[in-house]
Structures are given as structure tokens and as C-alpha cells.
């Protein structure tokens, strides 16, 4: 039973990117089932992953291209089929797990999905219908094609990230006025980085602006906590991290941290 909105007002949302893949405890097993529920054990209620579509049609759930970087085989998953994929090991033990597993394995989480590739729009699309996950997703890509086809397949039902495009009007543009016809709508969060090939994405102002148009901002990912401690001191509404435990020790520390479905609280 979800008992609040996918984006809650007044909260700081903590992402446990690809399960939290840097705490020492899940190190290697990023996007596991093992690492999410570490993450899920430490109360984190909203998890972040990617998805990708094998050759026969199923959503993975796995950052890159190809199996080679984490695990012990090799191939792109498009010429994969599932059962060719499971005979892959992520830290030597862990299966790559479908998209359907981790939702099933965390019937009370909240997840937020990466597209990364053209074909897993359709396939992430159909998904949402067939389980009404209308509640239990923020879809984002840096692919505007995708994440533009996405919303037009669901609605605009489904709470999704600004597009690059989007983003770069936002943030380039002199006033709040101007950053809200440039941008457009059609989005509920600006997911960045907060720095970007030497330049400051995520400053005060344009948090400020963010804010005045309704969005939220969610900057990725923040494993250091001075910096963690910058970005909430500007008001960000979630940070993604991979170390799970260090985001959770500073927003206890600051009175901020919530966990809506459970999980340890100290």
C-alpha cells in the first residue's frame, strides 16, 4: 500500500544508486538484489537503476551496454537472451536481476529508472500498464528521444526527470520567467549532477528557480559528506549516492533522514 506521493513534499529523498554500490558490505555486487537489500535494510525506501532489454524481451536491470565490466561474461545485452544473461555472475555469485524481480522483491519501495537504451522505452512502457506502477517510478534518461516517447506512451502518467535539453535551458537561462518557457514542462524533477566539466550545475539559484517552477532537484551522485552537506544547505530535494551508509549518517545527523516503509532509523 503506498502512503504518500512518489515525491513528497518537505523531504529529502536519499537514492540508493545502483543499491548503494560503493558501501563496503555490497561493494562489486552494484544492481543486485543483494545490494538493494542492503539498502532497503537500512531503511532506504527509494532505489535507483538502469534498465536495459534482452533479446528475447525482458527489462534488466544493469548499468551498462554489455556484461563484460561486471560480471564474469561478455556480450551486449540486446543479443543476450535471459537464459543466456543468467549464466552471468556479478561478484562472482549474484545473478543480473529482471526489473520484475527487484519490483516483486520490494513490493514498498519506490524505484527510479535510467532508461538506457531505445528499446527498453516500449517494454518499460507496457510494464508500467500491466502492473500499474503509475505511483512507483521516476523515469529518466539522457536520451531526450527516449524519455520524450516514454511520457507520450504513459501519459504523461508517470513522474519523469527534465530531459538534457531541458536541463541545459533551465540552468543557462537569466531569469526564473525565461527558465520556464525554455524549459516547458511536462517533468517533475531536474535530476543532475552537481558539477559538470567545470561548471557548477547545482547552484543556489538555480534551485531557487527549480523551485518556483514546481520541479524538484535531485543531484547525482554524492558519496562525500562536506559535499552532501553543501547540496542540502541549498535545499536539494534527494541525493543519489553509492555509499548508502555515509548519506544516511549525515542526514541523521541533520534531523533529515525518513524511512516511510522502515528499516533501521540509527
Not at 525482458?58 to 561474461?73: F, W, Y
Not at 536481476?97 to 516500449?122: G, Q, S, Y
Not at 530531459?163 to 525565461?178: E, G, K, T, Y
Request: proline share 4%.
Amino acid at each position: 500500500m503506498q502512503t504518500q506521493p512518489y515525491l513528497p513534499r518537505g523531504k529529502v529523498l536519499a537514492f540508493a544508486h545502483r543499491g548503494g554500490a560503493y558501501h563496503p558490505e555490497v561493494e562489486g555486487l552494484e544492481n543486485t538484489l543483494a545490494a538493494f537489500r542492503h539498502a532497503a535494510g537500512l531503511g532506504y525506501d527509494y532505489l535507483e537503476t538502469d534498465v536495459h532489454l534482452t533479446a528475447d524481451g525482458v527489462l534488466l536491470a544493469l548499468h551498462d551496454e554489455v556484461l563484460d565490466r561486471v560480471t564474469d561474461q561478455r556480450g551486449a545485452v540486446r543479443d543476450l537472451t535471459l537464459a543466456e544473461v543468467r549464466r552471468a555472475r556479478i561478484g562472482g555469485r549474484e545473478e543480473v536481476p529482471t526489473l520484475v524481480e527487484l519490483l516483486d522483491a520490494f513490493p514498498a519501495a519506490r524505484f527510479n529508472i535510467d532508461l538506457k537504451a531505445d528499446e527498453a522505452v516500449d517494454a518499460l512502457a507496457r510494464l508500467v500498464r500491466e502492473r500499474d506502477l503509475w505511483d512507483r517510478l521516476l523515469v529518466a534518461s539522457f536520451s531526450r528521444k527516449r524519455i520524450r516517447r516514454f511520457r507520450a506512451l504513459t501519459d504523461g502518467r508517470v513522474p519523469t526527470a527534465a530531459d538534457p535539453w531541458q536541463i541545459v535551458a533551465f540552468r543557462l537561462s537569466p531569469s526564473a520567467r525565461l527558465a520556464r518557457l525554455l524549459a516547458g514542462g511536462g517533468f517533475a524533477a531536474f535530476q543532475v549532477p552537481h558539477r559538470h566539466r567545470g561548471l557548477t550545475v547545482t547552484t543556489p539559484g538555480f534551485v531557487r528557480r527549480a523551485h518556483a517552477a514546481g520541479h524538484q532537484v535531485h543531484v547525482w551522485t554524492i558519496d562525500d559528506p562536506g559535499e552532501m552537506v553543501t547540496l542540502l544547505d541549498r535545499g536539494v530535494d534527494g541525493l543519489f549516492t553509492d555509499r548508502t551508509d555515509v548519506l544516511k549518517d549525515v542526514l541523521l545527523g541533520r534531523g533529515q533522514w525518513w524511512s516511510a516503509q522502515g528499516g533501521t532509523s540509527a
